[in-house]
C-alpha cells in the first residue's frame, strides 16, 4: 500500500527567503507526482505535475524534483510572499489512485 | 481556462435528509472522483467514474452513492445524512492517453462544506 509523508508538518519562514518542501513516498511505481496549495476552507489548486519519466517541472517561483528510484520530491519555493501562505499537498497516482501526502502548512511571515 | 464546478460552497442539511451534491467539468474529463476531508484524516476517496454510467467504490463509499448520466456531471448522493457525514466535499477530474502512456493531472472543485444538523 503507497504511503505519502511530507516533512515538515509546519513551516514559518520570513518573507524573502527561499524554502523547500519535502515529500517522500514508498513505492516506486507511480504514472505521476502532483504538488497541490490548499488555502483554509477552499478546495485545492494544482501547482505542478510531474510524470514518472521526467524529472522536474518549473512554473515561476516554484520548481519541483522528482527522485522515483529514492522515492522523494521536493517543492522549491523562491523569494517566499506572504500569499505562498497555504497548505502544501503532495500526491502520487499509481494503479489508478491517487494517494495524498499529509500535508505541509507554510506560513509566509512579512 | 478548465474548471470543475462544485454546485454549491455552503450547505446545511438535516439529520435522514436526501442530499444531492452535484459536479460539473468542461475539460471532456473521461475520470471523475468524490473525496471528503476531515481534518487530521486528510483526503479520502467516496466514489469515482472512469466512463458514464460507470461508478467504483472508493475507500468509504458506505453512505454514499453517485450518479453519472453524463460525461461532464457527477453526482454525490447522501441517502439519508448523517451527523458524521458532515465534512468538505471535493470533486475532482482527469484524463488519460493510454495510448501515449501518461496520466494527466487531477483538476479539483473549490469544495462544498456540508453540515448535517
Known amino acids: 500500500k503507497q504511503e505519502v509523508t511530507q516533512i515538515p508538518a509546519a513551516l514559518s519562514v520570513p518573507e524573502g527567503e527561499n524554502l523547500v518542501l519535502n515529500c517522500s513516498f514508498t513505492?516506486?511505481?507511480?504514472?505521476?507526482l502532483q504538488w497541490f496549495r490548499q488555502d483554509p476552507g477552499k478546495g485545492l489548486t494544482s501547482l505542478l505535475l510531474?510524470?514518472?519519466?521526467?524529472r522536474e517541472q518549473t512554473s515561476g517561483r516554484l520548481n519541483a524534483s522528482l527522485d522515483k528510484s529514492s522515492g522523494r520530491s521536493t517543492l522549491y519555493i523562491a523569494a517566499s510572499q506572504p500569499g505562498d501562505s497555504a497548505t502544501y499537498l503532495c500526491?502520487?497516482?499509481?494503479?489508478?489512485?491517487?494517494?495524498f501526502g499529509t500535508g505541509t502548512r507554510l506560513t509566509i511571515i512579512p | 481556462d478548465v474548471k470543475v464546478t462544485q454546485s454549491s460552497r455552503y450547505l446545511v442539511k438535516r439529520t435522514g435528509e436526501k442530499v444531492f451534491l452535484e459536479c460539473v467539468q468542461d475539460?471532456?474529463?473521461?475520470?471523475m472522483f468524490w473525496y471528503r476531508q476531515d481534518p487530521g484524516l486528510g483526503l479520502r476517496l467516496i466514489y469515482f467514474s472512469y466512463d458514464v454510467k460507470m461508478k467504483e467504490k472508493g475507500d468509504i463509499p458506505e453512505g454514499y452513492s453517485v450518479s453519472r448520466e453524463k460525461k461532464e456531471r457527477f453526482s454525490l448522493i447522501l441517502e439519508s445524512a448523517s451527523t458524521n457525514q458532515t465534512s468538505m466535499y471535493l470533486c475532482a477530474s482527469s484524463s488519460t492517453s493510454p495510448g501515449q502512456g501518461l496520466h494527466y493531472g487531477y483538476t479539483f472543485g473549490s469544495g462544498t462544506r456540508l453540515t448535517v444538523v
Open positions: 513505492d516506486s511505481a507511480i504514472y505521476n
Open positions: 500526491a502520487v497516482l499509481g494503479n489508478e489512485k491517487l494517494t
Open positions: 510531474i510524470q514518472s519519466s521526467q
Open positions: 475539460m471532456d474529463h473521461e475520470n
